[in-house]
Every structure is written in structure tokens, then in C-alpha cells.
């Protein structure tokens, strides 16, 4: 069975702790989003919790965390590491291929990095660094945790009361097979640039 301390927590917060605990989750704090939403859509499934409001509090609550270390990255971490590039070893050059890489693939990073734990947790911080327009990089961060979000309430609320381990490295497997299609298609597309060239 899933942690019932969890469930419980979860439960008590209610809508307002699922924004809140989504927006620690989307920050560079690494929170899996999976100890929040499995439970809230087994809550769901108990008749505790409404569908669309989980679902909705969710996406705020990514949008909001996500947004905050966008900003972060942007105003402090760029500054600060243009003005210690020295100590970093880092050269600017270096640094604007990074802006250009997020002009050109921002997109699909910012979409895949949503769905894969770990990376959707410095992904915001990334691409406020690297200058990504703002709108975009939000466009594609609430459809990347939309989709995310809905598998994991989906999965709570199906499974009801047997969410067990074994659900949550399926998660962790689908994980790591959407970054292997995506790593895979970058490198196909890049390969192709480089021919041309």
C-alpha cells in the first residue's frame, strides 16, 4: 500500500496544499510529484478529493514553482555567472550557445525535462539563464505538466487502494524511456545539422 501518512497529509492540506507542495515541486527543491499526485488521485478515487480541481491546483502550483525559478535563473543566476565566468571556467561564447540552444530546441527541452524527475527540477532555472522567452518557456512547462499531471492523478484514482511500489518504478520507467526517445531524437536532428553544415 501506498504511505498512508502521505495520502493523509495530502488529504488534510486539501486543493490549497496541492499548489503549494506542486510549486515546491516544480522549484529546485526535489520533490517528486508523484508522492503528491498518486495519493491526491487516490483521494479522487475515495470521493474525497474532485477530479478537476486536483487536476487544476496541480498545473497552478507547477506554474507558480516553475515560474519562481525561471525568475531566479534569469535575474541571479545569469548575472552572477557572467560576472564569475573566470572562476567558473565558463567562457561567454560557451554561454551564448546555450542561449541559442534554447531558441532553437527550448521547446521539446523544456516539454521533455516536465515528465522526467530530477531534470524538470533545474530545467526552469535553465532556461531562465539561457534567456528563453518567458511565454514560451510557460506555454510549454504547463502542457509538459499537464500531461505529467494527469498520468499520475489518472494512475492514483484507477489503481484506488493498491498503489504499491511497483506503480511508482513503472512511473519511474516510463520516465526514463521518454528521455531515451528524446535524447534519441535530438541526436538525430543534430546529426542531420551537421551533415548539412
Excluded: C
Excluded at 483521494?43 to 496541480?58: E, Q, T
Excluded at 528563453?132 to 484507477?158: C, K, Q
Amino acid at each position: 500500500m501506498f504511505d498512508i501518512a502521505v495520502t493523509s497529509l495530502v488529504s488534510t492540506l486539501g486543493y490549497l496544499g496541492i499548489i503549494i507542495l506542486m510549486a515546491i515541486e516544480s522549484s529546485f527543491i526535489p520533490l517528486p510529484s508523484e508522492v503528491i499526485l498518486i495519493p491526491a488521485g487516490y483521494l479522487v478515487y475515495a470521493g474525497h478529493m474532485n477530479f478537476f480541481l486536483v487536476f487544476i491546483a496541480s498545473v497552478i502550483g507547477s506554474f507558480i514553482g516553475s515560474a519562481i525559478s525561471y525568475g531566479i535563473g534569469k535575474k541571479l543566476g545569469r548575472a552572477y555567472l557572467l560576472s564569475h565566468s573566470k572562476m567558473f571556467f565558463i567562457e561567454k561564447e560557451k554561454l551564448l550557445k546555450v542561449d541559442d540552444y534554447f531558441k532553437n530546441h527550448g521547446s521539446v527541452t523544456v516539454f521533455v525535462s516536465r515528465l522526467v524527475f530530477g531534470v524538470r527540477h533545474v530545467i526552469s532555472l535553465v532556461a531562465g539563464f539561457a534567456n528563453m522567452d518567458f511565454w514560451r518557456f510557460i506555454g510549454w512547462t504547463v502542457l509538459g505538466a499537464s500531461v505529467w499531471n494527469l498520468f499520475l492523478i489518472s494512475l492514483g484514482y484507477y489503481v484506488g487502494g493498491q498503489v504499491s511500489g511497483s506503480v511508482v518504478n513503472y512511473v519511474n520507467l516510463i520516465g526514463a524511456a521518454v528521455v531515451t526517445i528524446a535524447v534519441t531524437v535530438i541526436g538525430i536532428i543534430y546529426m542531420k545539422r551537421r551533415v548539412k553544415i
